[in-house]
């Protein structure tokens, strides 16, 4: 079993920073997928970014070129670094884990395990 805690979500102005961290218990990171999802009320749970066993990155494009993601296998944890943020950025964020080994993710479907979620409000 996999825990995974995010954290670092908080309340910024439009333009602002934010870097949400997650920080993996139980097993290690290493060898899978990892990806960060967010969810607005009443919408499906979305893709934001994803990093690879072998760090190759993949984002939503509304989001590329502004946020970031990254691992640190040694520590057990990912980051997503959000510059530019916008109020359509204004969700809850998840950390995810991917269900096998070598395998990228992306959807939802994809994910095994998941965070708690961290808040993100971005204000106008």
């Known amino acids: 079993q996999v825990q995974l805690v995010e954290s670092g979500g908080g309340l910024v102005q439009a333009g602002g920073s934010l870097r949400l961290s997650c920080a993996a218990s139980?097993?290690?990171?290493?060898?899978?997928?990892m990806g960060w999802f967010r969810q607005v009320p009443g919408e499906d749970r979305e893709f934001i970014a994803g990093i690879t066993w072998i760090e190759n990155t993949s984002y939503k494009d509304s989001v590329k070129g502004r946020f970031t993601i990254s691992r640190d296998n040694a520590k057990n944890m990912v980051f997503l670094q959000m510059n530019s943020l916008r109020p359509e950025d204004t969700a809850v964020y998840y950390c995810a884990r991917g269900r096998a080994l070598y395998m990228a993710v992306s959807r939802t479907s994809d994910i095994a395990f998941w965070g708690q979620g961290t808040q993100v409000t971005v204000s106008s």
């Open positions: 139980g097993r290690t990171l290493s060898g899978y997928g």
